[in-house]
């Protein structure tokens, strides 16, 4: 279920001396007459333990203290990490949380600062507590039998959210047939995959198995940005630790993708009221709707009774309100466009699937639940390995100098 996490590693359990070994990419801004104005970090790119990928990090420094007073010692990493790539060499299907996914990513880190020369009794120090969530992505997985279907809800997905939010929802046809629908602190992603050039397909796994299943999977990736997670408490990782359970993910589900699609509480409707409807108005709202279901339609804005009130943008939120409620219309919104609306083949398919499991054939090869042991397993063993080496190399560097 989670896919990219950005993730906040403090350093603070470990001695600034000891940090002062973590490899930081410190680049000098200097001014015309060559005199140092500044110091930033820039990024760099690290290799998997366990595949051939990359993941994404920054070691950004803080002024030292004490004996370090006036170096710039390193304080945290930023990390941005698609987790299922930098495990198993692919994110084509997936399942598991947000807090295996910190895990993973605390371990690669640690494996880093293991290669670095960071010896293992600071680095057993960091825990999960030591992390931080800068973001997320959450994808929500909805398998299909054909790929018609699947297409189908990109495409009832694509002309909603095109009603709702106009020039702001973006889509395209090339690759993934992707939309993307805004929201105030998050992201919505919708596609089904068709573009797998950045896998890095692991020897032995079912690729062409994988590929075939992708066709019939429409994913839905909710980008979370850290306002949306410090709103909810959701910044620390241990936040997430029991997060099913906690139903943190089916809150951001209905939170977001149906929300912002318009499917809590009453669908809005794509036909025209029955005349019953008119009899739960007022003969103002009533009056106000029929215009605004004409032809050629009159702007709610522009009836009578909104022109000629004391404050009209007032009044006409007033008339809104009542409208919205009873006949499950957003005057806000052209009829015109309205009744492009397709709430109708959402409303009950586009429900929150819980977490995703892979089948037994791609499981093994796969960022899920049933694999995370294993996973973990080889995550720790090259942890105990990199330790090893690096003794080894100080073993070696302390036997010449003596």
């Known amino acids: 279920m989670t896919d990219s996490i950005k993730t906040v590693l403090s ?7 000891v940090r002062m070994d973590v490899p930081a990419n410190i680049c000098n801004v200097n001014n015309a007459w060559g005199v140092r104005k500044q110091q930033y970090t820039k990024p760099s790119r690290q290799p998997s333990a366990l595949v051939d990928t990359d993941t994404k990090w920054v070691v950004r420094c803080a002024a030292g203290t004490a004996d370090m007073e006036g170096y710039l010692v390193p304080a945290s990493i930023d990390a941005n990490l698609n987790i299922p790539n930098a495990v198993t060499g692919q994110n084509v299907v997936h399942g598991t949380s947000v807090f295996a996914a910190g895990v993973a990513a605390l371990h690669l880190q640690k494996i880093w600062l293991a290669e670095a020369g960071i010896p293992r009794e600071w680095l057993d120090l960091l825990g999960t507590d030591d992390v931080k969530l800068n973001g997320t992505t959450i994808t929500y997985t909805f398998p299909f039998t054909d790929r018609e279907w699947a297409e189908n809800m990109v495409d009832a997905i694509m002309a909603t959210g095109k009603v709702l939010y106009g020039k702001d929802c973006l889509s395209w046809h090339s690759g993934n047939d992707t ?22 397909w692991v020897d032995g796994a079912p690729v062409a198995s994988i590929t075939a299943a992708a066709e019939h999977i429409v994913r839905i990736e909710v980008k979370l940005g850290a306002p949306f997670l410090k709103k909810r408490g959701w910044t620390s990782l241990e936040s997430w630790r029991d997060a099913y359970a906690r139903g943190h993910y089916e809150k951001v589900f209905n939170e977001t993708v149906r929300k912002a699609l318009r499917l809590t509480g009453e669908r809005l409707r794509h036909k025209a009221p029955r005349p019953e409807v008119f009899e739960m108005l007022t003969p103002t709202e009533a009056e106000v709707l029929r215009g605004y279901l004409a032809e050629p339609p009159i702007d709610p804005r522009e009836s009578k009774t909104v022109t000629e009130s004391a404050s009209p943008t007032k009044r006409y939120y007033e008339l809104r309100k009542p409208i919205l409620k009873h006949a499950r219309i957003d005057i806000g919104i052209p009829w015109t466009e309205h009744v492009k609306l397709r709430c109708f083949e959402l409303e009950d398919t586009l429900v929150y699937p819980g977490d995703f499991h892979p089948t037994d054939e791609h499981a093994a090869w796969s960022f899920c639940e049933s694999n995370w042991g294993a996973l973990l397993e080889r995550l720790i063993g090259a942890y105990g390995d990199a330790v090893t080496v690096a003794e080894a190399k100080i073993g070696v560097m302390h036997g010449v100098a003596a």
Do not use: M, N, Q, W
């Open 11 to 17: 350093l603070a359990k470990i001695p600034e001396f």
């Open 179 to 200: 939309v993307i629908i805004p929201g105030r602190d998050f992201t919505i992603v919708v596609y089904v995959k068709s573009d797998l050039s950045h896998c890095a």
